[in-house]
C-alpha cells in the first residue's frame, strides 16, 4: 500500500491532475466525506487528508509514503528525513512582509525601530529579518493574521499572499517578498528504498505532468 499525505483546499485541488497522470483518481469528494482516509481507483494507493502544517510530520515518520506541501511550511518544519524530488509549480504564491496602508515600514526600518511582527511563521521570519539586521519581537498567530496590525496587536505581519485582494480589503499593503513559495513531491526516505518501484512511478508521472512555467 501506498499512502500519500494531502491537505484539503488548494493543494488537494491542484495535485488531482497530477495523480491522475499517474492512473490515479480519488474515489470521493473530501469536502462532502467525512473520512480522513480516501481510497483511490487503485488498490495499491490511498490519500490520507491532515493538516497541511502536519503533511511533512507525517511522511517523516512513516505514516504516508509521499506528501505534497508548501515550501513554507516544509522550511518552517524543517526536512530531516524528507526527499525533495520535485517542486509541482502548483499552489503558487509568496511568503511576504504587510503593514496598515498608514504605517511608515521603510523609516520604521532606516530608524532601527524595534518591530513587533505576527506570523505563523516564526522560524522563516526570524531569519529573514535578522538577515536585514531588523529587530524584532515575534508574536505567533495560526489565524486571521490581518487583524493583528488592525487591531495594534504587531506592526508587520509575515504571511503567504497569492492576489493580495485580501490584504487590500483589509487595508494592508505588502511592503517586501521573502520569498517565492510552491508545493513540493515529499517522500519518505525508507519507503523510497522499500517501495522503490511503485513510488518511482508515481514520481515520474507527477514530473511528467507538471505545468511548465
Known sequence: MITLALSKGRIFEETMPLLAAAGIEV?????????????????????????????????????????????DVLLEHGNQGLYQPLDLRIAACRLSVAVRADYDYASAVKQGSRLRVATKYVGLARDFFASKGVHVDLIKLYGSMELAPLTGLADAIVDLVSTGNTLKANHLVEVERIMDISARLVVNQAALKLKREPIRRIVDAFASAIPTA
Open 27 to 71: 474515489t470521493e469528494d473530501p469536502e462532502k466525506s467525512r473520512k480522513l482516509i480516501l481510497e483511490t481507483t487503485r488498490p495499491d494507493v490511498r490519500v490520507v487528508l491532515v493538516r497541511a502544517s502536519d503533511v511533512p510530520t507525517y511522511v517523516q515518520y512513516g505514516g504516508a509514503d509521499l506528501g505534497v506541501t508548501g515550501l
